[in-house]
């Protein structure tokens, strides 16, 4: 069954840069729809624009979006997802100029979280794996191109 989300207050769409291949997009690039809807067919968008303008032919389980503004999701292009151990304390090295090569001969750097990444069980990097991407989809990232980084099996 098709489903029609409605009453969205705007809908924020990339079709101006669908149109140049995603290349060299800018701020016009980024459309806007006032008082628009989306039609979807299973997992596919085969429709959007304006509510009024949506010819409807086939029965439509409507969903309101209660005024809400839908924009695109979000696409994270390099993450190294899977490891263990935590490397947040080079935040603050970095940002008080030291090298990564600094870093490195203090400890730190890949190095720091290569053996805790070999130590850990398969189940172990699957569990902490699924918590990083249960964090980028809480904060709208909804596609993640995976990184090793480790050269490990």
């Not at 439509?60 to 695109?72: D, F, G, R």
Request: charged residues 30%; positive net charge.
């Amino acid at each position: 069954m098709l489903k029609l989300f409605r009453d969205i207050n705007q809908l924020y769409t990339l079709s101006e840069a669908a149109r140049k291949e995603g290349r060299n997009i800018r701020r016009e690039d980024v459309t806007s729809i006032k008082n628009a809807a989306i039609l979807v067919d299973g997992d596919r968008i085969i429709w959007v624009g304006e509510l009024k303008k949506l010819s409807k032919k086939a029965k439509v389980k409507e969903i309101s979006l209660n005024k809400a503004t839908v924009i695109p999701a979000f696409l994270e292009c390099h993450t190294h997802l899977i490891y263990e151990g935590n490397r947040s304390s080079e935040f603050e090295m970095r940002m008080n100029g030291k090298s990564y090569q600094e870093i490195g001969e203090q400890g730190g750097g890949i190095k720091s979280t290569v053996a805790p990444t070999r130590k850990a069980s398969p189940a172990q990097l699957k569990q902490s794996a699924e918590k990083r991407l249960l964090g980028f989809l809480e904060q709208g990232v909804t596609t993640v191109e995976i990184k090793s980084g480790y050269g490990l099996s």
